[in-house]
């Protein structure tokens, strides 16, 4: 069975109004499709919907979803970060609120705790954006995080 949001929050980061994924539809070596909705309290959400470089960032979080899937049944870590877009082509004027979502993930290269996927956001047939993202993943988040700085 496919992670639902509740789920979903068990393999990525982001809570709240900075979790942009909904759910895991499929998942096949290194390839998923996640589903997702525009909801009101998006970043960067205005009258009109959100910029489509906000879709840039759900396809980062559905990476770290297919990765977080994928450490999961390994079980390791599945946290990172998004370092570098290497390109992006977005779709002009802002996604409305509401507008179902389909983004495709798939990992082109991986590199010791170096990953970088092509990402592509859906609403329908219509392209929204195509992404290709780069991200770093270590192995002990701890590492990098959480720790106190001595004065």
């Known amino acids: 069975m496919a992670p639902s949001a509740p789920e979903a929050e068990q393999l990525i980061p982001h809570r709240g109004r ?4 909904d759910r895991l539809l499929w998942m ?7 589903a997702t909705a525009v909801r009101p309290d ?19 979080q559905a ?11 390994e079980r390791l870590g599945g946290r990172g970060w998004l370092v570098g ?8 004027g802002p996604v409305p609120v509401g507008t179902a979502l389909e983004l495709d993930v798939e990992i082109l290269h991986e590199v010791e ?8 956001a ?5 392209v929204l954006a195509e992404v ?9 988040m701890a590492a990098y995080v959480g720790e106190e700085r001595e004065a």
């Not at 998006?42 to 980062?60: F, K, R, S």
């Not at 877009?85 to 002009?92: D, E, F, R």
């Not at 290709?132 to 002990?140: G, L």
Request: hydrophobic share 40%; glycine share 10%.
């Open 63 to 73: 990476a770290g979803l297919l990765m977080g899937h994928r450490k999961s049944q």
């Open 28 to 34: 096949e070596g290194d390839r998923a499709r996640i």
């Open 85 to 92: 877009i290497k390109q992006a082509s977005l779709a002009s």
């Open 122 to 126: 859906r609403a329908g047939e219509r």
């Open 132 to 140: 290709e993202i780069q991200t770093f993943q270590p192995a002990e």
């Open 18 to 21: 900075m979790r942009l994924v």
């Open 113 to 120: 705790q170096y990953v970088v996927f092509r990402g592509r």
């Open 42 to 60: 998006w970043p960067l959400c205005g009258p009109q919907g959100v910029p489509p470089l906000v879709l840039v960032e759900a396809v980062a």
